[in-house]
């Protein structure tokens, strides 16, 4: 990304909400296996603005694997780096893996002193005492991140359990089909429903060798469908994101969830 | 009587629609012939992988015709036809393995029929031979195909992987 392209993109965020620092996401070495007796993968856990050059480190605490029959998993061995963490894994079994580093579900609250945008993690009823006299453009996200991939090995499985929190993403082209000129639909869900107008930002890797990022975007339609042809085999970022205002709401005056996913269009 | 006569007609003409349909799946099936080859590469070398399978006109699997293979780690480098087959069905990857093979000329004959040995109907199919060797290459070749009743005969372009391949369709 370039950095007028990511100044502008910092000033649209910091005018509509909270702009997330960086983007997140997690690439594993492998989104397709074939083999007899498993396999072992490693994941990338990175939060980088770069499709796909790491940057900074995230803790690799979070990171969660949904094995095919449904059960929580976490990786056998971690390293934290500077710029990554990378986790280790062996799938035993065949089938469609979730690998998820997601973020707690937390109240933010951002706030605007001297000119500076400020943030500090708390909700409405716990903000007294803790903003600074002065502070102005004060507002309350309830915010989730989802940062995942799917991984298979052999035979295919349909591993999309939602959980109906913010912001989900399901596929309906299963990730293993994934290929180069072939035609893409995903769903997406806001607290368990089919929303429409979700945004949805697509790049492929690579952007450090090329001048435009060639990002596709995209809003998904009234059955809360995108649908996306990727030109190159290749690996690819997906970055959505939906907010709406929680005027019930005693927290928050807004709730947004972001879905980052990591996916692989195939040679054809 | 003029019911009855349009009703023996209706009946001739359900037979003769039948017999029709019939033959068109079950008659004798066309031969396919495909004189697969598999170039001569400099430096290491290791034999490629390699499966060929047939198509119809919807992109959908209806026979794989070849798998030449080593060990199962290594089938997911046979991108589209593990895709689109292999990684559905072990045991049918199980069925149809063979041994890979070197540099050569390899003349094949397979009967047009799906993988549960019933001819393929008439209709537009696409031939696939998608070769891959390890530290090497891969070619993805592609070559529609009708099965009309008429003999045609293909000259597959040579490839990184692969020269000139002869590919026809002889009905009996």
Redesign the interface.
């Known amino acids: 990304m370039t950095i007028k392209k990511f100044i502008a993109l910092t000033l649209t965020c910091a005018i509509s909400t909270q702009a997330l620092a960086h983007s997140r996401w997690v690439l594993p070495t492998h989104f397709?296996?074939?083999?007899?007796k498993g396999?072992w993968i490693m994941v990338d856990i990175t939060a980088s603005n770069e499709t796909f050059n790491v940057d900074k480190a995230m803790g690799a605490d979070l990171v969660k694997i949904i094995t095919p029959d449904g059960k929580v998993s976490r990786p056998s061995s971690t390293y934290k780096g500077h710029r990554k963490s990378v986790v280790d894994y062996f799938l035993k079994e065949?089938g469609t893996y979730k690998i998820t580093n997601n973020s707690n579900a937390a109240y933010m609250t951002s706030y605007k002193i001297n000119g500076d945008r400020k943030r500090l993690w708390a909700n409405k009823e716990e903000l007294s005492g803790k903003l600074p006299a002065g502070a102005k453009e004060i507002q309350t996200t309830y915010r989730y991140s989802r940062i995942e991939s799917y991984v298979?090995m052999?035979?295919?499985s349909n591993n999309f359990k939602t959980d109906g929190k913010l912001l989900e993403l399901i596929p309906v082209t299963h990730p293993?089909?994934i290929?180069e000129n072939e035609k893409v639909t995903f769903t997406f869900l806001f607290n368990g429903k089919a929303q429409k107008n979700v945004s949805v930002e697509i790049t492929a890797d690579g952007v450090r060798y090329r001048n435009d990022p060639q990002t596709l975007k995209l809003l998904s339609n009234e059955k809360g469908e995108i649908t996306f042809t990727p030109k190159n085999a290749g690996r690819y970022l997906l970055i959505a994101e939906h907010q709406e205002n929680t005027p019930q709401s005693a927290l928050a005056d807004q709730q947004m969830g972001s879905v980052f996913l990591t996916f692989e269009a195939?040679?054809? | 009587m003029k019911t009855k006569i349009a009703g023996l007609m209706l009946l001739l003409l359900t037979f003769i629609n039948f017999t029709v349909v019939a033959n068109s799946s079950n008659s004798a099936p066309t031969t396919l012939n495909i004189e697969l080859t598999l170039k001569q590469q400099l430096g290491e070398y290791h034999p490629p992988y390699v499966a060929s399978w047939i198509e119809n006109s919807q992109g959908k699997s209806v026979r794989t015709l070849l798998l030449w293979r080593e060990?199962?780690?290594?089938?997911?480098d046979i991108?589209?036809w593990?895709?689109k087959i292999?990684?559905?069905?072990?045991d049918f990857v199980d069925g149809i393995t063979s041994a890979t093979r070197i540099t050569g000329k390899y003349p094949l004959s397979f009967l047009a029929e799906n993988d549960n040995k019933t001819s393929l109907q008439k209709g537009k199919y696409t031939l696939f031979i998608e070769v891959v060797r390890e530290n090497g290459g891969?070619a993805?070749i592609r070559q529609p195909f009708s099965l009309n009743g008429e003999k045609a005969t293909f000259t597959l372009a040579a490839t990184n992987e692969t020269d000139e391949i002869k590919f026809s369709v002889t009905p009996k």
């Open positions: 397709n296996l074939s083999a007899e396999e065949s298979t052999n035979t295919p293993s089909d290929a195939q040679l054809n | 060990k199962a780690k290594w089938l997911k991108r589209r593990w895709r292999g990684k559905k069905d072990a891969r993805m």
